[in-house]
């Protein structure tokens, strides 16, 4: 019953990634950024093909087992590749030298390559029983692999913690260039890597309980529902995400603006002081005027492009004149057009939130918040009572 409950779940887990990679690549035409990831997916089949290959091909079972190593040696690399492109700020150039992330994959490769050489009963008794007499070559190749699992476990941390600071610094760089910019953030990366580790610790836990007691913690069908989740959330999430930066942006922004601290950011900038205020100025005059902070797809491009000014000379003169992003900016002029709304009108909060600009209420709730101590419905109820 638990086989079969296994093989069920892994098939399931096997169509979700078959779908994906199919939609994937009808979107890589247009989003060549989604091609590590197509990549991804690819390698996670290999991984979980080895419960079908015992039930419908048991004759390459035991190389759908050698795939394993690579396939695992892939994952990390590839995911960091992907969030590189779907962050890669305005202007950026892709990094050629890709290789050098996939050095232990090859590695994988090499070692399950030889071992597939081996003869075919050695293969067997290693693989399936375990039990296989250990010659020098068979024993040097069964530490390589040792040594490339561990380093997996190396490898996989590492790429998490650059992932989780590249999306960081991406955040922070969308509220230089968007003011409505759900759409574009990661989060659900960060929550997809959270899992991960979540997974990982508990395979960690669950060989230490079985090595140490005796004891299983986590079957194996209770392995490939974890699995099953975690490709489903990233697969649909994957599937909706936009690159972070539309391509009127291209040419707008130094190529290495990702990577850039605030301190140094307009180090070579020729805007001085009096230019900048008077662009302040220029920016505080339109907002009364024209009032575009009410456009929803207002971005710094579009801002630049009405004040006949460089984007980067504006970025600089909302972060060094004013002091804010230019996310903080537009929704400061939201919130305060918003305000005499909630007090003069009986118009829904939400209603008030897209008249403003706002393309969903919880954004409007937090920026409200962030600029008034209060939420709309809080405001709206102590200063309607004077």
Sequence with gaps: MTEKLTLVLTAATFGQIALALCLLAVKNASQ?????LIW??????????QPLAKAFLPEAELYSILLMLPALLLLAPLLWLYVL?????PG?????RKWPHFVLAIAGLIVSTLTALLPRNTLHALLATEDAQMSYYVGILMILAFLL???WLAQSLFYVIRIINRINRYHRLLNDHYANNESRKLNWMLVVCGLLIAIWLTAALAVFVDNVFGVKIVTTSGATLMALIWVWSLSIFAIFQEPGFEEELLNETPSDEMDQNEEKKYQRSALDKSHSQRIAQKLEEL???????????ISLTKLASLTGISSNYVSQTLNETLGQSFFDYINSWRIRHAKPLLLGSEKSILEIAFEVGFNARSSFYKSFKQFTQQTPSQFRRENKLH
């Design 32 to 36: 060549p950024a989604n091609q590590p």
């Design 287 to 297: 907002m009364e005027t024209q009032q575009v902070y009410l456009d929803p797809s």
């Design 40 to 49: 991804f997916f690819a390698a996670l089949g290999c991984l979980l093909i």
């Design 149 to 151: 699992v561990l380093s």
């Design 92 to 96: 950026s150039v892709s990094h050629p």
């Design 85 to 89: 492109g779907m962050t890669a700020a």
